[in-house]
C-alpha cells in the first residue's frame, strides 16, 4: 500500500499541495498517497491523532493551525522551535516532530529560482504574524546588511524582533523594528510582504521611494496581482509572488518524509502555466 500523507488546515479545498507532492513523487520514484484534510477549527489534535492511527506518516500543516501543530508535537526541529509554528509533521519512531520549513521555501526561491542574493542587502520585511516568524532565521542566515521589521502594530514589529536576539550562529544587531511611519527617506533592495494585505486587495502603506535601483518586491500570496506588486512595478522594482516559495518549502517536507531531493523547477513551471491560463 502507498504511504499515506495529507495537508491538514481550515480551508483546504484550495490547496495545491497533493498536486505537488504527486509530482515530486513521480519523478522521484517514490509511492505515496496525498490527500486533504479538512480539520474542524475545535478539532485540530483529534484529526492529527485519527489520521496518525489510520497509518499516516506525515502532514503538512496550514492555516490556522501552525501554532497549534507546535503545541501539539513531541519534538521541534531548530527552526520550528524558534519560529514557534510547524507546517511539517512526520511520525516517526512512535513520535510527531514538527518541523518548519517555510524560511527555507523562501530563501531557496530567493537565491536559486530569483538569483536573488541576500546576503548584504538591505531587507525590509513587512509583518509580525507567524508567516514572518517562520521565515526570519533563514533570512538571517543569508547575512543581510540590515533587515528591518516593518508592522502597522509596531509592539508586534518589536516583540517579534525581541524573540529574535539571541539567534543561534547569526548577527542579530543587523535586524530592528521600525513602524511604517519612519520608512520615508530609506530604500531596500529586498521588500518582502509577509502580511496578508493582498488577500483583501489592500496596499500596505509603504513611501513611494522605499524601492532602491534594482531592488526586488516578494510577495508571499501567490496566484494573484496583489496591490504591493503593483506599486512595486510602477516603481521600477522586479516583482515576484510567492508560488516558489510554495513548492520549494513542500520540497524541503518531501525531503523530510521520504530523503529524497525532487526538482522544483518543473513543478514551478506547471503551476505557473496553470495560474496564468
Known amino acids: 500500500m502507498a504511504d499515506k500523507y495529507a495537508v491538514i ?15 515530486f513523487a513521480r519523478e522521484t520514484g517514490q509511492d505515496i498517497a496525498y490527500g486533504r484534510i479538512l480539520a474542524p477549527l475545535d478539532g485540530f489534535a483529534a484529526a492529527v491523532r485519527a489520521f496518525r492511527e489510520e497509518g499516516g506518516r506525515g502532514l503538512n500543516v496550514t492555516l490556522p493551525f501552525k501554532h497549534e501543530a507546535w503545541n501539539l508535537v513531541d519534538r521541534h526541529s531548530p527552526l520550528a522551535m524558534d519560529a514557534r509554528a510547524v507546517n511539517t509533521i512526520e511520525f516517526r519512531e512512535g513520535s510527531m516532530r514538527g518541523h518548519n520549513t517555510d ?22 520585511l513587512m509583518g509580525a504574524g507567524g508567516a514572518t516568524y517562520g521565515v526570519l532565521e533563514p533570512l538571517l542566515r543569508e547575512h543581510p546588511r540590515e533587515l528591518i521589521v516593518a508592522n502597522r502594530t509596531f509592539d508586534k514589529a518589536r516583540a517579534l524582533v525581541a524573540h529574535f536576539a539571541n539567534v543561534r550562529g547569526v548577527a542579530t544587531r543587523s535586524i530592528s523594528a521600525r513602524p511604517y511611519g519612519e520608512l520615508p527617506g530609506a530604500s531596500f533592495d529586498l521588500v518582502l510582504n509577509a502580511t496578508s494585505a493582498g488577500l483583501r486587495n489592500e496596499m500596505p502603506p509603504l513611501p513611494q521611494d522605499v524601492f532602491a535601483p534594482g531592488a526586488l518586491a516578494y510577495d508571499m500570496v501567490y496566484g494573484r496581482d496583489t496591490p504591493f506588486l503593483r506599486f512595486a512595478r510602477e516603481r521600477g522594482a522586479r516583482t515576484a509572488d510567492g508560488l516558489g516559495m510554495l513548492v520549494e518549502q513542500a520540497a524541503e517536507s518531501f525531503y523530510i518524509w521520504r530523503r529524497r531531493r525532487p526538482s522544483t523547477a518543473p513543478v514551478i513551471a506547471a503551476l505557473r502555466a496553470k495560474t496564468q491560463a
Open 9 to 23: 488546515g481550515n480551508p483546504v479545498a484550495h490547496s495545491r499541495s497533493p498536486e505537488i507532492h504527486a509530482a
Open 103 to 124: 524560511g527555507i521555501g523562501l530563501v531557496r526561491d530567493l537565491v536559486a529560482n530569483l538569483r536573488f542574493a541576500v546576503g548584504g542587502r538591505r531587507v525590509l
